[in-house]
């Protein structure tokens, strides 16, 4: 069974310009997450998609942070404008039901 | 407000002897707990997990231990391998909070052969 994919693997950019993230889920996984962790912290919720549904973006910046999972499978996570602050991994994980059980490799960004 | 804490940031422990890693809480919501395991580079891998109604669970070397009266569970490594070097994340749930996840910090383990 293949994993949690997620492009790319590295990204630098400077401040106040845009990126995106990609994540490809566990075949068959409804529930999809995108995380966020800086360095020295635990990965912390940004948001969560039942299929194609927000089931929670409380902890999602939404002046700056956009996320989409279309048909229920892919999602894109996309910063807009980035800030220094925004410096981390970015890990996309799925799951089939309960906890999370499965991580991507995760997104590394730089922003300078 | 850090509702998942390790407060041990490192560990080290010779190969064959017991791992033993901390974990407390402070939200009494929390009834589901887990520990991920995530080596450099890639992401978190799913180690082991407890429900609030059992005190143990164990699954070949790793144990783990839940105090829910000091709101304190641990995580055992017998014997430890150099393989199981990597960083240790406990992370907690409530049921009927969507499954969202609140980890700690981390700590890293080292195993010296």
């Known amino acids: 069974e293949a994993g949690v994919a997620q492009s790319p693997r590295y990204k630098i950019i400077e401040k106040r310009q845009s990126v995106a993230f990609w994540c490809n889920p566990i075949s068959g996984h409804a529930t999809l997450y995108w995380y966020q962790q800086i360095l020295g912290q635990g990965p912390k919720l940004l948001i969560q998609?039942?299929?194609?549904?927000?089931?929670?973006d409380s902890q999602l910046p939404k002046d700056r942070f956009s996320a989409e999972r279309l048909k229920g499978v892919d999602s894109t996570l996309k910063i807009q404008p980035a800030k220094l602050e925004d410096s981390a991994v970015y890990l996309c994980a799925s799951s089939l039901r309960g906890v999370v059980s499965d991580f991507g490799p995760g997104t590394r960004l730089t922003v300078t | 407000d850090q509702q998942v804490k390790q407060n041990s940031p490192s560990l080290s422990v010779q190969e064959g002897r017991i791992s033993i890693l901390n974990c407390d809480y402070t939200n009494s919501m929390f009834d589901y707990f887990l520990w991920y395991k995530k080596y450099p580079a890639e992401g978190p891998t799913f180690l082991i997990s407890?429900?609030?109604?059992?005190d143990k669970n164990e699954d070949g070397r790793f144990t783990v231990f839940l105090n829910k009266s000091a709101k304190h569970l641990s995580l055992h490594i017998v014997p430890s391998q150099p393989g199981d070097s990597a960083v240790y994340f406990c992370a907690a749930s409530a049921t009927g909070a969507n499954s969202k996840l609140t980890f700690g910090k981390g700590i890293t383990l080292s195993v010296r052969p």
């Open positions: 998609f039942q299929n194609n549904g927000v089931v929670d």
């Open positions: 407890i429900s609030s109604i059992k």
